[in-house]
């Protein structure tokens, strides 16, 4: 959820707050005197046994009511969970077992279709319950006739998390982003590892185990057919669980999509120029954003090349306490905060002013919006995770691009991955795991044409190999755009019809980038 709707709920949650204790405060003593009066004349029961809890048999889970939260998050979903465990290490019975969160959004039919959603959480290291909410537009009509099921893969959420309180705490503070040290994040890696490894052994956190887990809760469900929504990694996990078995699976939608063969942080460089490119050359080609702002991309390197001659200390206004806070802006802080922008087209539409702002050194909108951002980020993020991922199934795979020097975010990505994975254990990566997604099976492919992650391009490779798939690009968007749009129709029909050919997807073409911003108020008129 936007960290702009939190806040907005937190004040309503203090204003209804308020609003009863003034109530209780002006009538305590009318409420007193009639309670009194009340017990005075009621007549005295016999005691009574209390209820049984409520319950919920599916297959051979037992599950009863329970309420998911989201981290910092005053919100809750209500849905219906039972504990799952599983042998940490799938090869020994004995090993330590792990329980696995599992939360599932009952249909509100009377008899509901015996397949099943499931959702798959992006990252790698984001938990299935907590973004839950994020794509309840899309997936909550869907609930009319089928559950949703919610299981956080293992290492995030609350399924045994592998999360490093050092590494989330650096990831919301900006002042770290300053120049790359290789040593340093190797040294961090190893505090993470030290603090993971007293309740995990991390090379059991891959796709390919976790899949496996999966498949195990679909036996203890009943057997359904699961219907597999991934979202960004999630669409990897969807590949890899489809891969594995595909007679468990009835249709797949992918959002943001993660071919099989991508190694996961190749690309980032080349990505985000793209999409920076084409989100910079509409402000150019339009007149009001070009009289103010001229050629943002320019600035953009104008800045970041002053930067790279001159990192310095910059003070602002943290968004959410207003305290002053004072950090180091260097070209790596600016690559880092350019990149979160990009991601959605509200925060791309407002990257030619930010910078513009940034260059005649009003560094606070910059620096601001991507404390928010990055803050939301790390507290939904879990690390270690991420790193066993990435570490067991791509970095020994991943090659600096000499092309990629100069870019925004040039090799560093890479070259962190490969020193933090220099110290994180791996586990084991099947032969074919990179191999292309094949299947027969319905298929429905969701990207932005903005995507700074996961470009339409992804898509368009991966649909080559399907024969019965269908490729959306949607206008002006950025990463993850299943609720965009009239994209909840379109993905509700595929669901119930499974037959992508005959999508009616015209309503998609309404869609259109958020218009530029010319300052912090909005778009000319």
Partial sequence: ??????????????????????????????????????????????????????????????????????????????????????????????????????GIIRSTAQLASKDMLVLLAGGPGQAATETWPGVVPALQPLTAHRHVVLLDQRGTGGSNPLSCATANKDAGDTEEAGPFDADKLSDDAAKCLKEVEQRADPRYYTTTIAAEDLEDLRKALGSPTFDLVGVSYGTRMAQQYLAHYPDAVRSVILDGVVPNELVLGQDFARNLEDALKAQFARCTADVECKKHFGDPYQTLYQLRDALRANPHA?????????????????????????????????????????????????????????????????????????????????????????????????????????????????????????????????????????????????????????????????????????????????????????????????????????PVFIDFNGAAP
């Fill in 314 to 514: 910059v003070s602002f206004r943290d968004p959410q306490n207003y305290q002053t806070v004072k950090r180091t802006l260097s070209e790596y802080a600016l690559a880092s905060v350019v990149r979160m922008f990009a991601y959605s087209p509200i925060t791309a539409a407002l990257l030619p002013v930010t910078i513009d702002a940034a260059a005649h050194g009003d560094v606070g909108p910059l620096l601001g919006q991507a404390k928010l951002l990055s803050g939301d980020l790390s507290d939904t993020m879990n690390s270690g995770m991420q790193l066993s991922v990435i570490c067991s199934e791509d970095v020994d795979l991943l090659k600096s691009r000499p092309e990629d020097a100069n870019a925004m975010l040039g090799n560093r990505m890479v070259d962190a991955l490969e020193a933090m994975c220099s110290v994180w254990p791996k586990g084991e990566r099947p032969k074919d795991f990179h191999a292309p997604m094949k299947t027969d099976k319905p298929v429905l492919l969701f990207s932005g044409e903005f995507d700074p992650v996961t470009p339409p391009r992804y898509g368009d490779e991966v649909l080559k190999n399907l024969s019965n798939a269908r490729h959306l690009v949607l206008k002006g968007q950025g990463h993850n755009v299943i609720n965009a749009g009239c994209a909840p129709d379109v993905v509700k029909t595929f669901i119930e019809d499974n037959a992508p050919a005959k999508l009616e997807t015209k309503c998609l073409d309404r869609l259109r980038p958020t």
């Fill in 1 to 102: 959820m936007p960290s702009k709707g939190r806040t907005a709920l937190r004040v309503a949650a203090v204003v209804i707050g308020l609003g009863a204790l003034a109530w209780h405060n002006m009538h305590p003593r009318q409420a007193a005197t009639e309670d009194n009066e009340a017990a005075a004349a009621a007549p005295v029961s016999a005691p009574t046994t209390p209820a049984k809890p409520e319950t919920w048999q599916l297959g051979s889970l037992t599950l009863t009511p329970c309420e998911l939260g989201q981290p910092n998050s005053g919100m809750t979903t209500a849905a219906w969970c039972a504990p799952f465990e599983v042998p940490e290490n799938r090869k020994d019975p004995n090993s330590r077992k792990i329980r696995l969160k599992l």
